[in-house]
């Protein structure tokens, strides 16, 4: 419940503080006297968005405080807990906003967010607008309504993760065939490419062993004549023949030459055995370098084949192993694709299913409360002067959607035999007003601690209809609080509590604000309501009248 709600600087309201009542709180006022600036100022302080400049000119800042009493269940609880704010019986909601249009706002003295404060508000109050009956016109709204009345939050859920579950099996078939369908183009590429890789049969580093090999065959080709001439000058028929004769006619002359030959016999010795190890060293170098030139031309052609289908495709010949293994998937994926596509379309009908068996739920669900709405809105109807009124929640199929597949239409018919019809085009400015404030009684049954605002709900009627339209308004006060901005003297005469809002014009200052009206002054205003602003006895008695009921 809305205890307390201090303005400061907001508008042309300078400062302000209201007390507010449990029960049926009506406020009324002449028009522009500031009536519509309170409830500027109760949405600035809940978070709402409304009107960008509510800054009095000539202050620094603007400054809105309201205060609740809130029960241990209240469902602002469960929120305040869940945001680490502190919890209680009171509830306090300060909001500051300066003139350069920054807001700042705190929930019992923790600064939050704008979005804490609309989430709060939800659980708070419900402002029923003078324009309000505009949603009663938009058919797209209507199925809101009956959802919202029925407490089909959690099979709408449902739905929602059907169709979503439904958009993603039907994304994944048509990627698949998409793929499928780029694969078959390239089908013939494909198998071509594949066949050629495989009977090249690259591996990675082979391309660079084949260019060593290749330069080393053409290198030795160059060299293996010198070499061979260096070995056989080495060899036995050459240098190494001429050591051994000389060292066997030194080893003749070694005795008479009494040891002066010993040291140069053993030079001799080591040279020789090294030129030997040369030797051996120089043949197995020939050996090596010699080759078979049908080898040459081998490595030739495959290390140009390599290179070639490099170039052809557009990769390193290191690459073209992991090229074909790319190739030879994406051959597997179209021989294996038919099969894999009557399982993505297996899965899509699943999904499907699923969807339209839980669209289905929630259709049945609709099609009850439906009945259940309309027979809720025509018991509130009676007391509002419409018994004969006959309001129908219509069910039609509508495109498959995340809500269902569902259109709802809210018709009325407004005397008995007249053909039923859109709101718009069947129900006067009055009707609507009192068609929407019956679908409010109806969707607010059963909420907690919810104070409800309505702002010129009663406008388009007068005498009885608006005395019933009163009556409503103060039976639905009593489980609760409700706020009734008025102009009817009779749906202000049934308020337990009465304000008055005031425009006074001082030092060129106009302000307004809101007086707390006494019984005789509550006389005076509903007289005022009544006969304008000439108050006659005859209106001050009339006045009586309506407050004794």
Not at 323 to 350: I, P, T, V
Request: aromatic fraction near 4%.
């Amino acid at each position: 419940m809305l205890r307390a709600l201090d303005i400061s600087n907001m508008l042309i309201i300078d400062r302000l503080e209201l007390t507010f009542q449990p029960g049926l709180n009506v406020l009324t006022g002449e028009t522009g006297a500031g009536k519509s600036i309170l409830l500027d100022s109760l949405g600035f302080v809940l978070g709402w968005r409304g009107r960008a400049e509510l800054v009095r000119q000539g202050a620094s800042q603007g400054e809105v405080t309201a205060v609740f009493d809130l029960k241990a269940d209240h469902p602002a609880q469960a929120l305040l807990e869940d945001a680490g704010l502190p919890c209680g019986d009171e509830l306090i909601l300060r909001r500051v906003n300066t003139q350069d249009g920054r807001k700042t706002a705190w929930v019992n003295d923790r600064r939050v967010s704008g979005d804490v404060l609309r989430a709060l508000s939800e659980t708070l109050v419900e402002l029923h607008g003078q324009h309000d009956d505009r949603g009663l016109l938009n058919p797209r709204g209507h199925r809101a309504i009956l959802d919202e009345f029925a407490g089909l939050a959690a099979r709408k859920a449902k739905v929602r993760d059907a169709w979503s579950k439904k958009g993603q099996a039907a994304k994944a078939l048509a990627a698949a065939e998409a793929a499928m369908a780029a694969i078959r183009e390239e089908e013939d590429f494909l198998r071509h490419s594949v066949a050629e890789l495989d009977l090249l049969a690259p591996v990675p580093g082979e391309e660079a062993e084949l260019d060593q090999r290749r330069r080393a065959m053409q290198g030795a080709e160059k060299i293996r004549e010198d070499v061979v001439r260096a070995h056989e000058l080495l060899g036995n028929q050459g240098a190494a023949s001429a050591l051994n004769d000389a060292l066997r006619w030194l080893d003749g002359a070694a005795g008479p030459a009494a040891g002066t030959l010993d040291t140069s016999i053993t030079s001799l010795t080591r040279a020789l055995h090294e030129l030997d190890e040369a030797v051996d060293g120089i043949a197995a170098a020939i050996e090596g370098l010699s080759f078979d030139p049908l080898a040459l031309e081998e490595a030739e052609e495959r290390l140009f084949a390599i290179r070639a289908l490099a170039r052809k495709h557009d990769v390193l010949p290191d690459e073209l192993a992991e090229f074909a293994e790319g190739l030879r998937a994406k051959l597997n994926a179209l021989e294996a694709g038919d099969a894999d596509l009557a399982a993505l379309q297996k899965d899509m009908e699943k999904a499907e299913a699923a969807f339209g068996t839980a669209a289905a739920t929630l259709t049945a669900a609709r099609q009850k409360a439906a009945s259940q709405l309309d027979r809720a809105v025509s018991a509130e109807l009676a007391p509002l002067k419409m018994e004969r009124a006959v309001f129908k929640t219509e069910i039609t199929a509508d495109t498959p959607g995340a809500d269902g597949a569902d259109a709802v239409a809210f018709t009325v018919a407004t005397n008995p035999g007249a053909p039923s019809g859109a709101l718009n085009k069947i129900a006067s400015g009055g009707e609507l007003s009192r068609f929407l404030l019956a679908l409010k009684v109806c969707l607010t049954k059963g909420q907690n601690g919810l104070t409800m605002i309505f702002d010129e709900i009663d406008r388009g009627v007068g005498g009885a209809t608006a005395d019933a339209v009163g009556r409503r308004l103060s039976a639905l006060a009593q489980d609760g609080q409700v706020l009734v901005v008025t102009h009817s003297p009779q749906v202000a005469a049934l308020g337990a509590y009465h304000w008055r809002v005031e425009k006074q014009v001082s030092r060129g200052m106009t302000t307004s604000t809101v007086v707390a009206l006494s019984d005789p002054d509550r006389v005076d205003e509903i007289a005022r309501m009544l006969s304008g602003d000439t108050i006659t006895d005859e209106a001050r008695g009339a006045a009586r009248a309506l407050l004794i009921g």
